[in-house]
């Protein structure tokens, strides 16, 4: 099988360096932020994306009756992998999340005022499912949606919203029928953050970033803000995480510290002895460095069976997210073991091995065993969707 890219391919990359390159700020490009860098969390970030969006970057696969360019999501891949290399805000969950569920099943009216904005970078979401009762389960959401007149009252409280502290818009999930079964009952809508009754209380994680609780308390939505057909929501919400699993965790980052850790090895010294000279170490290396390519191709093909049109691949998606974020997490600890007490030492920490990117990514990789569904999760996806195995196995 051939993995190498066209020469079209190739120079999009080239181009996407140059914009890179052009538009280089320490405040905008972050490595050690690992995948929260991908957020629009500042003004400055928010201008960095703006300025893709005016390349004609943003929405490339999006049909162009809706102002794409309809050329596949390979250029899409390609642009996401780039700028996570330098630790850039990434096309997000704009494009990949709420703009490609509203072209599938949101109304006219919802596609006309949302859809531009993506594409413009004029518009960030805060994406709500999980509750406390309620993490990577989203079928257990709880968040009660009852009809009054032309719409509808939001009660109830999302936990782990990350962006809900600058976003504009809710992207959030809630029971609009209790008696249906739990993946029938719930619907999806867009909310303004501004709205009366909307409480945003910040989360502080291990990873240095902020994470939300949401408390909506008799918040009004208009039913015309309904994403799709009632009670569908959770297909929907499915359909997105797909595409979260994959979008929100890129593989670049991932490399670039495994490049760190075999710099590192190569040139540090133990007891007067080469690092690079330990068998144990030697092969901890070479089965890290196989596992990375095996992560690379699985997003390929991710990318390949997205290609194919219809809904993302579910299985695929899963099977990604879950070797990516494990393996991540395999590196991180094998990172604070071969760099031993040293690794402890906070990022950019002056004479930290790897410039403390150990101790970082150590935290931070918890996060992405979680975010967009647990590992546990992605295993009984790929048991049902993949193996063919029942529920209750």
């Known amino acids: 099988m051939d993995f190498e890219f066209s020469t079209a391919e190739k120079e999009f990359v080239a181009k996407v360096d140059a914009f890179i390159e052009a538009n280089r700020d320490p405040e905008v490009m972050d490595v050690s932020r690992e995948n929260m860098a991908q957020i629009c969390d500042t003004p400055k970030r928010r201008a960095f994306m703006k300025k893709i969006g005016e390349a004609g970057w943003l929405g490339m696969s999006w049909p162009r009756e809706y102002g794409g360019s309809d050329i596949g999501g390979l250029h899409e891949y390609l642009l996401n992998e780039r700028l996570a290399a330098v630790g850039a805000p990434q096309i997000g969950k704009g494009v990949g999340i709420v703009g490609k569920t509203l072209m599938r099943h949101g109304n006219e009216e919802l596609k006309r005022r949302f859809l531009p904005k993506i594409l413009t970078n004029d518009v960030e979401f805060a994406i709500g499912y999980s509750e406390p009762q309620a993490g990577s389960d989203a079928a257990a959401m709880a968040l009660k949606a009852t009809r009054d007149g032309d719409g509808w009252r939001l009660n109830g409280q999302k936990i782990f919203t990350t962006s809900a502290h600058f976003a504009e818009w809710y992207w959030v999930g809630a029971r609009t029928d209790p008696e249906a079964p739990k993946h029938k009952g719930i619907s999806l809508f867009l909310v303004p953050m ?9 989360m502080p994680t291990i990873g240095d970033e902020i994470t939300n609780m949401v408390f909506l308390d ?32 890129t593989f670049s980052p991932i490399q670039q510290r495994l490049d760190l850790l075999l710099d590192y090895v190569a040139t540090a010294e133990r007891d007067g002895m080469p690092l690079s000279d330990d068998p144990v170490i030697r092969r901890r290396v070479a089965e890290l460095a196989t596992e990375a390519e095996v992560a690379r191709v699985l997003g390929l093909r991710f990318v390949a069976a997205s290609m194919a049109g219809g809904a993302a691949p579910t299985a695929e998606a899963s099977e990604y997210k879950l070797y990516a974020t494990e ?19 906070r ?22 065993t979680i975010g967009g569904g647990a590992s546990e999760i992605q295993k009984n996806i790929i048991a049902r969707r993949k193996l063919g195995l029942p529920k209750n196995f």
């Open 194 to 202: 501004k709205s009366p009754g909307i409480t945003v209380t910040p």
């Open 218 to 249: 008799d918040v009004y939505v208009p039913n015309d803000y309904m994403v799709g057909e009632p009670g569908k929501g959770f297909n929907y919400i499915s359909e997105a995480l797909d595409l979260e699993r994959f979008t929100m965790f």
């Open 327 to 345: 393996f991540s997490r395999r590196l991180a600890n094998a990172s604070m073991d071969i760099a031993g007490p040293g690794s402890q030492l």
């Open 347 to 368: 990022v950019r920490t002056e004479g930290a091995p790897m410039g403390g990117r150990a101790e970082s990514t150590y935290r931070y990789t918890v996060i992405d």
